[in-house]
């Protein structure tokens, strides 16, 4: 059975710093990442890394979130530093795992920023 359990959320004050955990289990995942949910708008890419270190980031968060992963833990990180008000959101562990070739979800860590 594949899990991702996320951890570290919270809420924190703008300008301030989260780090997000993601943890995989049950498959070798060649992506990971994590997505954001707003109260009342779509789900969207935060970023994603490879097994390689190749990384992506939105606009929005370029300069500001660091992604990391330690393969051997199958565990994806997200530092996140000069958060906004506009970062609050839900945020979710993703990832692609090759011996099933299927995308898995976490079930979300709660992010607020307050101003």
């Known amino acids: 059975q594949v899990q991702l359990v996320e951890s570290g959320g919270g809420l924190v004050q703008a300008g301030g710093s989260l780090r997000l955990s993601c943890a995989g289990s049950?498959?070798?995942?060649?992506?990971m990442g994590w997505y954001r949910q707003a109260p009342g708008k779509q789900r969207e890419l935060v970023g994603t890394?490879?097994?390689?270190?190749?990384?992506n980031y939105r606009d929005s968060v370029r300069g500001r979130f660091t992604l990391s992963r330690d393969n051997a833990k199958n565990t994806v990180y997200l530092q996140m530093n000069s958060l906004k008000p506009e970062d609050t959101a839900v945020y979710y562990c993703?990832?692609?795992?090759?011996?099933?070739?299927?995308?898995?979800w976490g079930r979300g860590t709660q992010v607020t920023v307050s101003s």
């Open positions: 993703y990832a692609f795992g090759v011996g099933r070739g299927h995308d898995y």
């Open positions: 049950g498959d070798i995942f060649s992506v």
């Open positions: 890394i490879t097994s390689g270190g190749s990384t």
